[in-house]
Structures are given as structure tokens and as C-alpha cells.
T-cell receptor
Framework: QQQVKQSPQSLIVQKGGISIINCAYE??????FPWYQQFPGKGPALLIA?????SEKKEGRFTISFNKSAKQFSLHIMDSQPGDSATYFC????????????FGKGTKLTVNP | NAGVTQTPKFRILKIGQSMTLQCTQD?????MYWYRQDPGMGLKLIYY???????DKGEVPNGYNVSRSTTEDFPLRLELAAPSQTSVYFC????????????FGEGSWLTVV
């Protein structure tokens, strides 16, 4: 049973465009939703995270939109740049669960110059 | 600032051999994790620890063992290596206070032939 479903598997965007990656979760006990960015040969690094008490969180060009009723959240990358080319993972965890992150399968983003 | 350090970076094992992946963190974090990453499958939790002397199984623990004798170190032991254990292994850590960032090491690439 996949607890966090991520789509698309891969995404190609032109420089300056908007990249959108979607995730859906099943466990209503999840209350923390981070996005991780991973460059080839490196470990994942936290990009941005949201709690379900807000519907949107923005940090620079990166925005998380959260829909609690639909159990969905998405990452929007505005003005995408070639340096944003990486694999992005959504994840979820619940309080009291030792912060065991459950990851989506990842989205490989390519931003063409 | 070292963060989470994993060794070795690359290793080739023969079927049936055993080895230990080393992980150490210098941030005095209580929580430590081992994940494996397979292509297109995201990251799956193998084992985790909430403090020295305390470990617990994650989603995919079979074929692995861990120990946590100190706060800094969390080695992962592979016994009787199998081709199915060919993967990239990531160690991670976080402090025990609040819902904060999980920091990942740079990964250990393991091939079992």
C-alpha cells in the first residue's frame, strides 16, 4: 500500500516556466508534509515543508499548496531555472511517529535553457 | 561542518558476503534513520533509532541489522548479501525537538553481484 502517491514521474519545463508536482496521501494522521530536493549523487535536502493548518506556504520561487479535504498537496516552482533540475520527493509524517517520513516515488524535473 | 557522514561511498559485494555501512553525525541528534533508495521507488525506511541503545524496524528491515551504542554512530549491517540489496543507502538524522529538518548523508552505493 503506497501511502503517498506522487505524479508525474518526470517533468520537462522550459526556463522561466512553472513546474507543478502533485502528491496525494491516504493517512489522515499525517500532519507534516515536506518536499525534498535531490541532485544526482547527493542525498535529499529539505526544500520546503507545510503543516495542515495552512493552505499555502511560499519560500522564494517555491510554493506548497495544501488541500486537506482532498488529501492532496503540490509543489509549484515559479520561474523555473536549469539549476532547479533535480529529483523532487514529497513526504509525510505524523506526530508521535518518530518522524518516520513516508516518501513519494519522486519526480525527475528537467528545466531546459 | 560535517553533518551526516557515510562510508563507504561505493562498494561491490559478492552474494553471501556481509558488510557494515557506517554512519556518523556530529550534530548531537537523537534520531537517526537508514533509508534505501531504488530507482523510481522513492526512499524506504529500513531501521531507525530514537536514541542511544534504542532501535526499531522500519518498512523494509529484512536482511539488515543496526546498533546504536553512541549518539553519534548508527551502523547498518548487511548479513548474507543478496542481489535484492543492490541499492543506494542513505543515513539521516534530526534533533528530538519539534518537527524539524531531517538531514541526509550523501549516500552509499552498494552493488551485490
Amino acid at each position: 500500500q503506497q501511502q503517498v502517491k506522487q505524479s508525474p514521474q518526470s517533468l520537462i519545463v522550459q526556463k522561466g516556466g512553472i513546474s507543478i508536482i502533485n502528491c496525494a496521501y491516504e493517512n489522515t494522521a499525517f500532519d507534516y508534509f515536506p518536499w525534498y530536493q535531490q541532485f544526482p549523487g547527493k542525498g535529499p535536502a529539505l526544500l520546503i515543508a507545510i503543516r495542515p493548518d495552512v493552505s499555502e506556504k511560499k519560500e522564494g520561487r517555491f510554493t506548497i499548496s495544501f488541500n486537506k479535504s482532498a488529501k492532496q498537496f503540490s509543489l509549484h516552482i515559479m520561474d523555473s531555472q536549469p539549476g532547479d533540475s533535480a529529483t523532487y520527493f514529497c513526504a509525510a509524517s505524523r506526530e508521535g511517529g518518530s518522524e518516520k517520513l513516508v516518501f513519494g516515488k519522486g519526480t525527475k524535473l528537467t528545466v531546459n535553457p | 561542518n560535517a553533518g551526516v557522514t557515510q562510508t563507504p561511498k561505493f562498494r561491490i559485494l559478492k552474494i553471501g558476503q556481509s558488510m557494515t555501512l557506517q554512519c556518523t553525525q556530529d550534530m548531537n541528534h537523537n534520531y537517526m534513520y537508514w533509508y534505501r533508495q531504488d530507482p523510481g521507488m522513492g526512499l524506504k525506511l529500513i531501521y531507525y533509532s530514537v536514541g542511544a541503545g534504542i532501535t526499531d524496524k522500519g518498512e523494509v528491515p529484512n536482511g539488515y541489522n543496526v546498533s546504536r551504542s553512541t549518539t553519534e554512530d548508527f551502523p547498518l549491517r548487511l548479513e548474507l548479501a543478496a542481489p535484492s540489496q543492490t541499492s543506494v543507502y542513505f543515513c539521516a538524522s534530526r534533533s528530538g525537538q519539534g518537527r524539524n529538518t531531517i538531514y541526509f548523508g550523501e549516500g552509499s552505493w552498494l552493488t551485490v553481484v
